[in-house]
C-alpha cells in the first residue's frame, strides 16, 4: 500500500474555493426538481383548475402551504405539518428515513386539497411565493456569511501553518519502545471498567448505555470502541497475553453478531432504499457497521494470530431462525471496498443518503489494516481517489472536512466535526495530511486551554456540552477524544491538560478498584480509558505494523484469572516470557497458564527466586505464584 512520507509535511493547505463535481451536480438536480415542483404547483392556477387541485399544487411549494391556500382555520394546520416535516427530516436524518420528509410534504398536499371550498384563500398565492423567496435569500445569506468565515479562516491558517507544524513536530514525545511499556497500577484500575464489561456472558450488556440503535449512543459503537480499547492494549502493552483478554475481544465480536446490536439495518434498509427483501447488513451503504467492525476484526487477528473470522461463515448475522446472513472479515472488507469504487463520491453512506466522512476514515483504516494481514491491496485501489474526493466534495474552504453531506440532494449538514478527530485514521494511511491536521488541531485547541485554581493547565469549554454517548449534557466525550488524539500525536502536555479536565469535571470514582468517571457515558468512559493508556503512534501500529513477530511465536500468558490476577505487561523475544502482573485485590497465591513452550523442554520461572519447571508434550505449563503487589515474572529456557 502506497502512503505519502510522513517527513514530508505541506505547510500550506492548498484549496481552491470551489464545490465538487459531485455535489454541484446533486445540488443542480436538487434544484431543477424543485424548480419543477414550483412549476406544477403554479400550473393549476395559470390554467384555472379546480380550487383543490390549485391548494394541491401550492402545496408542492412548503411542505404544508395548501392549508394556507385553504384560508380560515385550515392555516392552523400549515405550522403543524411544518413541525411535522421537522419531524420527519430528524428521522432522515437519525435513521435513514428517506420516506419520512416525501411522506409529509406530498401527503400534505392531497390532504389540504381535500379540504378546499369553492375557491382558494386570494392571499395565498403570494403569501406562500414570499415564504418560498425569503427563504431561499435566508439560505443565500447563511452561505455566503459561512463562505467568508471560512475562507479567513483558510488565510489565518496557512499564516500560522508553516510554524505550527514544526512546533507538533517539536515538542512530540518520541515512540516508546517495548522495553518502555509497562502499565501503571492507576492503568490496570481504568481498564477494569471495559474488562467487566467485555467478559460478561455473551448476550448481556450490563453496563452499557441503551437508549436507540440508531445513533451515536447505539451500542455498536460502544462495542467497536471498547473492541480497539482492548485492541490497542494487547499490541503495545501485552501482545504475549491472550488468556481473558483475547477472550474479551472474542466476546464483543460474538456480541455484535446478535440481531439486537445490527438489527437497525432492518429497518434502515426498508424505509430508506426501499428494500424489504434483503437487509444484509454488508451488502450496501453501513459503512458504520462494516468500516468499524473490520477494524475490530483485524486488530485481534492482528494481535493473536487467530485466523477463526478469516473462515467462511465465520461472522453469521442472524435475522431469524429461517435466515442467516453469513460473513467474513474477506466480505466484510470486500463490501467496503465495492462500495468505495461504486459510489460517484467515493465516500459512501452510514444511514441510506448520509455521508459521514468520520466513518469513512474507519473505513478506510480497516481496509489499511487487511491488507498488511492478508497481502491485498485495496487502499491502493482506492486511496488516491478518496483523498482526492474528501478535499473536493467533504472539504470546506477553510481547509476543514465536514461532518456530513447528503448524497442524494448534495446538501451539507451541521454535524461536530473537527481535526483532532480524523488527524489519528489519516496518521495510519496518509501521515503526512496527519501531521497537517494534528497541527492545525492543537494550534486551534490552545485557546480553549486555561490555568484551573491551582494554576494547572485544564481544558475549558463553554456551555453544557454533550455527550454523544448518552445524549446528556456533559464534556467528558470531548475531553477524552482531545486526550486520545493529543497522545497518538506525542503531546502529552495538551493530553494532560484534557484529563486534568475530565478529573475535575465528570465524576471520577475509584470504587471497589475499578476506576470510571460517574457524569460521563459508557461510550465516553470507554474513550477515556483508551486515551490514559495510549501513547504516540500506538493506534497507527496497531493497525500499520502489529505486535512484534517474536510475541506470535513466542510462548504466551494463556490463562489467568480475572480479576484476581491483572496483567501490566506480557513480551516474548520468541524464547523467554517477560511479565509484570498485579493482584487484583489483596496479596493471593495464584495459578497462571503458558503455552507455546518448546514440548517437554526445561524452563526457569524466575521472580525473586529461580522456580525450575518443565512443559509438557503440548508445549504448556500450569505455574503457581504469590503475587504481591507489582510482581515481574520472567520466564526462560534454563541453562
Known amino acids: 500500500m502506497a502512503v505519502i512520507p510522513r517527513e514530508i509535511v505541506q505547510p500550506f493547505i492548498r484549496r481552491q474555493a470551489i464545490v465538487g463535481p459531485v455535489t454541484t451536480a446533486r445540488h443542480r438536480r436538487t434544484a431543477l426538481i424543485y424548480a419543477a415542483m414550483l412549476l406544477l404547483g403554479i400550473l393549476p392556477i395559470l390554467f384555472n383548475a379546480s380550487a383543490a387541485t390549485q391548494v394541491a399544487g401550492l402545496g408542492l411549494w412548503i411542505p404544508g402551504g395548501g392549508f394556507v391556500a385553504v384560508g380560515g382555520w385550515a392555516i392552523l394546520l400549515f405550522p403543524i405539518t411544518l413541525a411535522l416535516f421537522g419531524l420527519a427530516v430528524f428521522a432522515w436524518f437519525g435513521a435513514g428515513m428517506v420516506i419520512a420528509p416525501i411522506i409529509v410534504w406530498l401527503g400534505a398536499a392531497p390532504a389540504a386539497g381535500s379540504m378546499t371550498g369553492d375557491s382558494i384563500w386570494t392571499p395565498a398565492p403570494f403569501l406562500l411565493a414570499a415564504m418560498v423567496a425569503g427563504a431561499g435569500i435566508y439560505a443565500y445569506s447563511r452561505y455566503s456569511a459561512r463562505k467568508t468565515a471560512e475562507l479567513a479562516k483558510l488565510e489565518a491558517r496557512n499564516r500560522y501553518l508553516p510554524d505550527a507544524i514544526a512546533e507538533a513536530a517539536a515538542i512530540a514525545a518520541p515512540v516508546p519502545s517495548p522495553i518502555e511499556r509497562e502499565l501503571t497500577p492507576e492503568d490496570l484500575s481504568a481498564l477494569r471498567y471495559g474488562f467487566d464489561r467485555a467478559l460478561q456472558p455473551v448476550g448481556e450488556i450490563n453496563g452499557f448505555d441503551k437508549v436507540d440503535q440508531f445513533q451515536t449512543s447505539a451500542l455498536r459503537y460502544q462495542i467497536n470502541s471498547l473492541g480497539y480499547m482492548l485492541g490497542m492494549l494487547q499490541c503495545n502493552y501485552a501482545p504475549s497475553f491472550h ?41 450496501r451503504d453501513n459503512i458504520m457497521l462494516t468500516g468499524w467492525l473490520g477494524i475490530q476484526l483485524c486488530m485481534y487477528m492482528s494481535n493473536t494470530g487467530d485466523r477463526r473470522y478469516a473462515e ?34 467515493c465516500l459512501y453512506p452510514c444511514e441510506p443518503n448520509w455521508v459521514y466522512p468520520i466513518c469513512n476514515h474507519y473505513g478506510m483504516t480497516s481496509l489499511a489494516i487487511y491488507d498488511r494481514l492478508f497481502g491485498t491491496s485495496y487502499t491502493a485501489a482506492t486511496l488516491e481517489r478518496w483523498l482526492h474526493n474528501l478535499d473536493t466534495e467533504f472539504t470546506d474552504y477553510s481547509g476543514s472536512v465536514i461532518g456530513l453531506r447528503s448524497s442524494l440532494t448534495g446538501i451539507r449538514f451541521p454535524f461536530p466535526a473537527g481535526e483532532a478527530g480524523f488527524a489519528g485514521f489519516e496518521n495510519c494511511f496518509a501521515p503526512q495530511r496527519a501531521q497537517r491536521m494534528w497541527a492545525i488541531g492543537r494550534k486551534e485547541l490552545q485557546y480553549i486551554i486555561k490555568p484551573d485554581p491551582a494554576g494547572a493547565k485544564r481544558v475549558v469549554l463553554k456551555g453544557r456540552g454533550f455527550d454523544f454517548g448518552n445524549y446528556r449534557p456533559g464534556f467528558g466525550g470531548a475531553y477524552a477524544m482531545i486526550m486520545d488524539s493529543a497522545r497518538e500525536f506525542g503531546d502529552y502536555d495538551t493530553a494532560d491538560a484534557a484529563e486534568r479536565a475530565l478529573d475535575q469535571d465528570c465524576g471520577r470514582t475509584d470504587e471497589r478498584g475499578i476506576l470510571r468517571y460517574s457524569k460521563m457515558s459508557n461510550l465516553s468512559n470507554i474513550t477515556a480509558v483508551r486515551a490514559r493508556i495510549h501513547r504516540r503512534d500506538d493506534f497507527r501500529n496497531t493497525v500499520m505494523q502489529g505486535p512484534p513477530e517474536a510475541a506470535l511465536r513466542g510462548p504466551i500468558l494463556a490463562d489467568a484469572k480475572y480479576p484476581d490476577v491483572l496483567v501490566a505487561r506480557a513480551f516474548s523475544d520468541g524464547d523467554d516470557l517477560d511479565l509484570v502482573l498485579y493482584p487484583g485485590a489483596e496479596s493471593t497465591a495464584q495459578q497462571i497458564r503458558i503455552e507455546r513452550l518448546r514440548p517437554g523442554a526445561k524452563y526457569v520461572m524466575r521472580n525473586g527466586a529461580e522456580h525450575p519447571f518443565a512443559a509438557d508434550n503440548s508445549g504448556a505449563a500450569s505455574l503457581p505464584i504469590e503475587l504481591h503487589g507489582r510482581t515481574p515474572v520472567h520466564i526462560v529456557p534454563a541453562a
Open 312 to 345: 467462511p461463515g465465520s461472522l453469521p448475522f442472524r435475522l431469524n431462525k429461517h435466515r442467516v446472513f453469513h460473513h467474513d472479515v474477506h466480505s466484510i472488507e470486500q463490501s467496503v471496498l465495492k462500495n468505495f469504487l461504486d459510489s460517484e463520491f
Open 243 to 283: 488468556g481473558y483478554l483475547s477472550q474479551a475481544q472474542r466476546n464483543l465480536i460474538d456480541l455484535y453478531l446478535q440481531r439486537q446490536i445490527w438489527g437497525y439495518w432492518v429497518y434502515e434498509s426498508a424505509w430508506g432504499h426501499l428494500n424489504v427483501t434483503n437487509p444484509d447488513p454488508a451488502a
